[in-house]
Nanobody, 124 residues
Framework: QGQLVESGGGLVQAGDSLRLSCAAS????????MGWFRQAPGKEREFVAG????????YYGDSVRGRYSISRDDSKNTLYLQMSSLESEDTAVYYC?????????????????WGQGTQVTVSS
């Protein structure tokens, strides 16, 4: 059974950078489209970024475009999210997702695998 485990979250100051990782076990990420979602307390889940199985196509939510960068290293079976110019509004639990057949974008999508989430807190 496949598993995704996020890491790299923490408490940072506004304007700082942070890199999240999502390590997979039991599955080969090279076969999957990947993405990141986030959810803040009292708010709906929000799409953050996605990357196709080849790594050639990346796309972002409007609120993070230009500040975040998604990448993958299939040799390490790991997905990354580089976050810069962090704002207090970026505070949320961040989840990574893997899905075989379709791109990861829809917040209500029925995806193959979800991680347990990692907390990112940005203080202003």
């Amino acid at each position: 059974q496949g598993q995704l485990v996020e890491s790299g979250g923490g408490l940072v100051q506004a304007g700082d950078s942070l890199r999240l990782s999502c390590a997979a076990s039991g599955i080969a990420l090279t076969n999957f489209n990947m993405g990141w979602f986030r959810q803040a307390p009292g708010k709906e889940r929000e799409f953050v970024a996605g990357i196709d199985w080849s790594g050639d196509i990346t796309y972002y939510g409007d609120s993070v475009r230009g500040r975040y960068s998604i990448s993958r290293d299939d040799s390490k079976n790991t997905l990354y999210l580089q976050m810069s110019s962090l704002e207090s509004e970026d505070t949320a639990v961040y989840y990574c997702v893997a899905h075989r057949l379709t791109p990861v974008r829809e917040t209500d999508g029925k995806y193959d695998y979800w991680g347990q989430g990692t907390q990112v807190t940005v203080s202003s």
